[in-house]
């Protein structure tokens, strides 16, 4: 199997089904793991990335949080959502089909905090300045949780 022609594949097939135009597939020692198209229409979730889904499907088949060993292709440059939680499972390789520079003019899906084009711009802004509003309220109850985590896993 060619995992970039298979990661389009799916792709295409989830556009003509009413699906956003995202897939990953995820392989191991060239084994297939898991794939996936994106399914945020089909589900309602806006977490349900293609990357988000496959990483799930993968994890838990391989039993551990880590994708070490593992190549991943996509079919766009991850979004920050999605590169985060690509750097968390921390596979060997990340490979991706098209840029967003590329595919921009072909596909808008913006929000009420979310334009395509300004995006990633939010991520290092401090977060008082982010488009989405958000407030900072410090409870030192908080610190007990990590505290504890810290005394179980020393």
């Known amino acids: 199997m060619d995992p970039i022609k298979r990661t389009i594949e ?17 392989l191991r020692s060239g084994e297939l793991v898991a794939e996936s198209p994106n399914l945020v229409v ?12 496959a990483i799930r499907e993968a994890c ?12 991943i292709y996509v079919l766009a440059h991850p979004c920050p959502m999605c590169l ?4 968390y ?10 840029e967003r ?15 395509l084009e300004t995006f990633y711009d939010e991520y290092p802004k401090p977060w008082p300045e982010r488009r989405l509003p ?9 610190l ?3 505290e504890r985590w810290q005394q179980l896993n020393p």
Do not use: W
């Open 144 to 146: 007990a949780v990590y």
């Open 10 to 26: 799916l792709a295409m097939e989830n556009v003509e089904g009413g699906g956003k135009p995202f897939a990953c597939v995820i």
């Open 134 to 142: 958000m407030r900072h309220e410090p409870d030192e109850a908080g």
């Open 60 to 71: 838990t088949k391989l039993g551990t949080e880590s994708l070490a060993g593992c190549e």
């Open 84 to 87: 985060g939680a690509l750097y």
């Open 89 to 98: 499972a921390s596979p060997d390789r990340v490979v991706f089909v098209t």
């Open 101 to 115: 520079d590329s595919y921009a003019r072909y596909y808008k899906d913006d929000g009420r905090y979310f334009e």
């Open 42 to 53: 089909q589900t309602h979730d806006p977490t349900a990335h293609a990357e988000i889904v």
